[in-house]
């Protein structure tokens, strides 16, 4: 099963980044959270790696009718989007599928909830 939303793109990387950026704002998502897995593995492992990053992205309505539904739901909050350089000089951008995400939890609310919330995210990927 295919957990996530994804599309290749030719945008140098920090570009990658303020495309998707720009795209989720656009229907209502935030970033919260940045994680820099490059620099993170160099301090922390000496690993060199490629531009990659962990962006946490949340729209707060869509949480907090998630919050509602479901009390310990933040444990799959907020919605994980990866930016990652690939080899070929490409760069990747991909969005956890929350229909996959809140599927595990088994309350049909949820579902309804996580199939719109999918349904934006399908369209930001379209835009970039």
Known sequence: ?????NKTT???FDEAVDKITIALK???FGILTEIDMKATM???LD???RSYKILGACNPEFASKALEMEEKIGILLPC???VIEKEDGKVDVSIMDP????SIVENPELEVLAAEVSEKLETVIARI
């Open 1 to 5: 099963m295919k957990y996530y939303i």
């Open 10 to 12: 030719d945008y140098q």
């Open 26 to 28: 656009d229907v209502g």
């Open 42 to 44: 160099k301090s922390k």
């Open 47 to 49: 690993i060199d790696r």
């Open 80 to 82: 994980n989007v990866t």
């Open 99 to 102: 229909t996959v995400a809140m």
